[in-house]
């Protein structure tokens, strides 16, 4: 991964289920992973306060692993993507998901949305963190689309 806000440089076991993660670019944030650990059976192990405990930064810091299990290994920039939505932000992820619903190419979204395409590919890689404005323009743009229809 050679995107610095993918990059992970460190990870910190603070409760049961969530992590402090340390990012290439500076940016420490903090993940609940009880949801995500519930939701996918393969992930069960980690409901055993010593398996997670044993966290660790994987390969080239591009995800966490734990006890050495390939199975148990979840991706830096889809962590980043759910810390900074429990934070009440909108993730990179946020806008994949619309243009993938909606069958939307990059030039195809930024019209829609009345962007240029470089700043909506800053948020699509999440090089720059999604506005509101912009996360309530899928939003609307939706909507609109919903009444076209």
């Given at each position: 991964?050679?995107?610095?806000h993918?990059?992970?440089?460190?990870?910190?076991?603070?409760?049961?289920?969530?992590?402090?993660?340390?990012?290439?670019d500076?940016?420490?944030l903090?993940?609940?992973?009880?949801?995500?650990?519930e939701?996918?059976?393969?992930?069960a192990?980690?409901?055993?306060?010593?398996?997670?405990?044993?966290?660790?930064?994987?390969?080239?810091?591009?995800?966490?692993?734990?006890?050495d299990?390939?199975?148990?290994?979840?991706?830096?920039?889809?962590?980043?993507?759910?810390?900074?939505?429990?934070?009440?932000?909108?993730?990179?992820?946020?806008?994949?998901?619309?243009m993938?619903?909606?069958?939307?190419?990059?030039?195809?979204?930024?019209?829609?949305?009345?962007?240029?395409?470089?700043?909506?590919?800053?948020?699509?890689?999440?090089?720059?963190p999604?506005?509101?404005?912009?996360?309530?323009?899928?939003?609307?743009?939706?909507?609109?689309?919903?009444r076209?229809?």
């Open positions: 991964m050679s995107n610095r993918f990059t992970l440089t460190g990870v910190e076991v603070v409760a049961p289920s969530t992590l402090h993660l340390d990012y290439a500076g940016a420490r903090t993940v609940d992973l009880a949801d995500t650990i939701r996918h059976p393969i992930l192990p980690l409901t055993d306060p010593a398996v997670f405990a044993s966290a660790a930064v994987g390969e080239w810091g591009g995800s966490v692993v734990w006890s299990d390939d199975a148990l290994e979840l991706a830096a920039d889809n962590l980043r993507a759910r810390a900074v939505e429990q934070a009440g932000g909108y993730s990179h992820e946020l806008i994949w998901n619309w993938a619903r909606h069958k939307l190419s990059l030039d195809g979204a930024a019209e829609a949305l009345g962007l240029s395409r470089r700043m909506l590919a800053y948020y699509r890689s999440g090089a720059k999604v506005p509101r404005t912009v996360a309530l323009a899928l939003l609307g743009w939706e909507v609109e689309q919903h076209a229809a």
